[in-house]
């Protein structure tokens, strides 16, 4: 199995080609509205990934906010390239040791699923030939380049969809490393070096959907499949993993076709409406009263390949019902999940004999509120069936949350490229790339081995931080006076465990609200322990800061208010402790911290509870 990244993103340097602010904003001033059509590339050649977007034929409505202008409703050329972006990619090339293009030319990428106002993307090539070390391997960097972001979708209806364009310009910084990456677990750690390299330069966005990462993958016999806009670091394990597990599926579904002499279905779709009356339950109940109709297409040679060998396995009649789904019906039915969904083993029998299908045949049905519909999607399973005996066909596929992906369209090519006219070149000057090598940013793994070193931290827990992008408020709490070990953890697990499981939005700590908290912990007025319950106190109560102490009940408890408890508990339990001696430490400490968890260090409850108890026994003497 070969992988490659593309990893994008996102600066906090305002948008490429205007001087609007990097940011997402939620105030709505107008509307307009596009329909987008194909054009071809430098050669007039169509991109595929183009076309099958044209089919589609969806009318566009963007929503204009205060973090936009003309240049993103395309109603004015863009200015030029920002320059601060432009430095920020140059950085990057500079820590990925890649060469500079002597010249830089702004593209266009022709886009035209409704992401662009302008049925285009601007991309510009910045560098070539880096190269990245991780855990003591080399991956290739043939590839960084400067783009700006696409338009957010809003929401989508019956033949149209709605964007919002205050992402649409947002440089994206795109890093894209050659196919050396064999695994998940390897291909996660690589995406992991880089997204802290990029965010070592300080000038990228925080947050969800800032950077995303495409995932190149292919197994031997199969072909390049792109996973594209993944979000969630540590679900790019699986999801090389499952795709690497459906392509081999895919492989051998192929190798059964061939044995059987499978070849192109070549049936036409045929109404199967009137073999469906009186249906009582499923998704077929009631198509005449709805007002749709029922299709059916054959797939000769097909029977029993529909279906995976294990339920939440990959199996070939998902990609059939995926490609079904871009034709605009909600899915599909095939035979070889039937009888179920409401078809009982008579009218399964009925719908074999129509459509003539023998022993070793597989036939699917769709419904849909059209005619042309119906046979639309039909013709997509029928193109997708045909690409089965071939093995795997190259496409662009959208990652779902549980880890698996689905089919999106055509993997594009490189006929949707063509010079943007309305930026001139950019000459990159030597002394330019002087000045930035000479104030390049800590590389990552330097950095790790720096604040390990100077802060008696574990590595891991240093990893973690950078790729929170909290090593600069770990620096400056730890300047201010508190424990490195304690900032740490407050900002590698603490933070994470307090908001675990709470409704979105919730209130987000401030650096101010987490200094208050750290003093009182510095102070002595609560246990470490306690940390994480007062931090999901204030994220659901929100501040004062005061108010959540007081709410949590930590009142202060001094060393030797804890000595006189221990002391008490101990006497409350001398015929315990004369029956059970060194054993009534247990059942002792558990009745000792469920008086003051979270107001003194567990630690320092069993230290002195472990002196209460020793000068029980010994002032009992040897028969106690």
Request: charged letters at 30%.
């Amino acid at each position: 199995m070969k992988a490659g990244l593309e990893v994008h993103q996102q600066l906090d340097t305002g948008k490429l080609f205007c001087r609007c602010p990097s940011e997402l904003s939620e105030t709505v001033l107008g509307e307009v509205t596009r329909q987008l059509r194909p054009t071809g590339g430098e050669d007039r050649a169509i991109d595929p990934a183009v076309a099958f977007e044209a089919e589609r034929g969806r009318v566009f409505r963007y929503e204009a906010t205060t973090s936009d202008c003309l240049v993103e409703a395309d109603e004015e050329p863009p200015h030029e390239l920002n320059p601060r972006a432009l430095a920020t990619a140059l950085t990057v090339a500079a820590l990925l040791h890649a060469r500079p293009l002597d010249e830089i030319e702004v593209m266009r990428k022709i886009v035209i699923d409704g992401s662009n106002t302008s049925g285009f993307q601007r991309t510009a090539l910045i560098a070539v030939d880096g190269r990245l070390d991780v855990g003591g391997r080399r991956y290739s960097i043939p590839a960084i380049c400067l783009e700006e972001d696409a338009a957010r979708k809003a929401g989508e209806g019956e033949g149209e969809t709605r964007y919002r364009l205050d992402r649409l310009g947002i440089p994206l910084i795109e890093i894209a490393t050659g196919p050396e990456i064999t695994g998940g677990a390897e291909a996660r750690e690589v995406a992991e070096e880089i997204g802290a390299l990029l965010r070592s330069t300080r000038r990228v966005r925080r947050g969800i959907g800032t950077i995303r990462e495409d995932l190149n993958i292919s197994v031997p016999g199969g072909t390049r499949i792109e996973i594209k806009g993944v979000q969630e670091l540590r679900l790019i394990q699986r999801y090389v993993e499952t795709e690497e597990e459906r392509q081999t599926h895919l492989l051998a579904v192929r190798e059964e076709l061939a044995r059987r002499g499978a070849g192109r279905p070549d049936g036409a779709p045929e109404e199967v409406t009137h073999l469906l009356e009186g249906v009582a339950t499923g998704p077929l109940r009631g198509l005449r009263e709805r007002g749709a109709v029922a299709y059916a297409l054959r797939l000769p040679g097909f029977g029993g390949l529909l279906k995976g060998a294990r339920p939440e396995g990959e199996r070939l009649g998902r990609e059939l019902a995926d490609h079904a789904r871009t034709a605009g019906v909600r899915g599909l039915l095939h035979s070889d999940e039937l009888p179920a969904h409401g078809l009982d083993e008579e009218r399964v029998a009925r719908l074999r004999e129509h459509l003539r299908a023998g022993p070793l045949d597989a036939w699917v049905l769709v419904t849909a509120g059209r005619r042309p519909t119906a046979i639309a999607a039909l013709e997509r399973v029928r193109e997708r069936a045909a690409a089965a005996t071939l093995g795997v066909p190259p496409e662009t596929r959208d990652p779902l949350p549980d880890g698996r992906s689905r089919y999106s369209r055509p993997l594009p090519g490189r006929d949707r490229m063509y010079p943007e006219t309305d930026v001139p070149p950019i000459r990159t000057s030597e002394e330019e790339l002087e000045r930035i090598r000479g104030s390049l940013p800590e590389p990552p793994s330097a950095e790790r081995a720096r604040l390990a070193a100077r802060y008696d931290l574990h590595a891991e827990v240093v990893r973690r931080l950078q790729q929170l992008d909290e090593v600069d408020r770990l620096e400056a709490m730890i300047g201010r006076g508190h424990p490195a070990a304690t900032v740490a953890r407050l900002l590698a697990q603490d933070l994470d465990a307090a908001s675990e499981g709470l409704p979105t939005p919730h209130h987000l700590p401030t650096d101010e609200e987490l200094e208050a908290i750290l003093a009182a912990l510095d102070r002595g007025l609560f246990a470490k322990e306690a940390l994480p319950g007062l931090l999901r106190r204030l994220m659901e109560e929100g501040p004062p800061v005061e108010k959540v102490l007081t709410g949590a009940g930590l009142t202060p408890l001094s060393r030797g208010e804890l000595e006189i408890l221990a002391d008490e508990l101990v006497e409350r339990n001398a015929s315990l402790i004369a029956e059970k001696g060194e054993r009534a430490r247990s059942p002792l400490m558990g009745d000792l911290m469920r008086e003051v968890r979270g107001r003194r260090d567990g630690k320092e409850v069993a230290e002195v509870l472990e002196r209460a108890l020793k000068r029980r026994l010994a002032a009992a003497g040897p028969g106690g």
